[in-house]
């Protein structure tokens, strides 16, 4: 069975911080792609990244930046410098080859603080 | 490009009575459809996909139903709406390739059962 744990449930930072959000999977297929979305208030989730779990590179969007590393099973999002903007609930979600299924983490709430 | 729309956007029902929330999708042909509630604080269930028209597989057995009449409208249903049925009702589309979906999300419904 697959598994996506958020650990943390809210964070709090100060604009211009950088803070990291964790996420940490299970699986037993090889083959797997993990994703990071966004809710910000309004409620409608935007798609940030899907990676593959044969591409452990890790990626660059402006200020944002993912790090997937297999061996700890952990696909960990990065924001540099918060802005206000930044503030909504971030999910990391899992779906396993061949399967229409994405499991979805309980969500880690970010406030930016100005 | 892609759209997809959702209504209504709020909606206020009492106990015991039915529902239809429905989704379309525009600017793709033969998506995958699929039906998530998020209770307050909580992260995404998945509650039905769709592969094609009239194909529904649930996830969760529940007094929600879904249908699919056309080939980018999705629907779903309930004949007595329960108190826990209140939530935020999400409808995503992917573009229905070999693998698991990049899911894309709606403006969601908030039902609220009193």
């Known amino acids: 069975a697959q598994k996506v744990t958020q650990a943390q449930t809210e964070i709090s930072v100060v604009e211009k911080e950088d803070v990291t959000l964790d996420c940490v999977y299970e699986?037993?297929?090889?083959?797997?792609?993990l994703f990071w979305y966004k809710q910000p208030p309004s409620g409608e989730l935007v798609f940030l990244i899907r990676r593959n779990s044969f591409d452990e590179q890790n990626e660059i969007s402006g200020r944002y930046s993912w790090n997937f590393q297999k061996s700890t099973s952990s696909f960990n999002f990065t924001i540099t410098a918060s802005q206000v903007v930044d503030s909504a609930v971030y999910f990391c979600?899992?779906?396993?080859?061949?399967?229409?299924?994405?499991?979805f983490g309980t969500g880690t709430k970010l406030q930016v603080i100005p | 490009s892609q759209t997809i729309h959702q209504w209504p956007a709020t909606l206020v029902q009492p106990v015991g009575s039915p529902l239809s929330l429905e989704c379309t999708v525009e600017?793709?042909?033969?998506?995958?459809l699929y039906w998530y509630r998020q209770a307050a604080g909580r992260g995404l269930q998945l509650l039905f996909y769709s592969v094609g028209i009239g194909q529904i597989s649930s996830e969760v057995p529940q007094n929600l139903s879904a249908s699919r009449p056309q080939d980018r409208q999705f629907i779903l249903s309930s004949k007595k709406l329960l108190l826990s049925d209140s939530g935020f009702y999400l409808c995503a589309w992917g573009p229905g390739l070999v693998g698991p979906d990049t899911q894309y999300f709606g403006p969601g419904t908030r039902l609220t059962v009193l």
């Open positions: 600017g793709t042909s033969n998506p995958n």
């Open positions: 699986t037993r297929d090889t083959t797997y792609y």
């Open positions: 979600a899992l779906s396993e080859a061949g399967r229409q299924k994405v499991t």
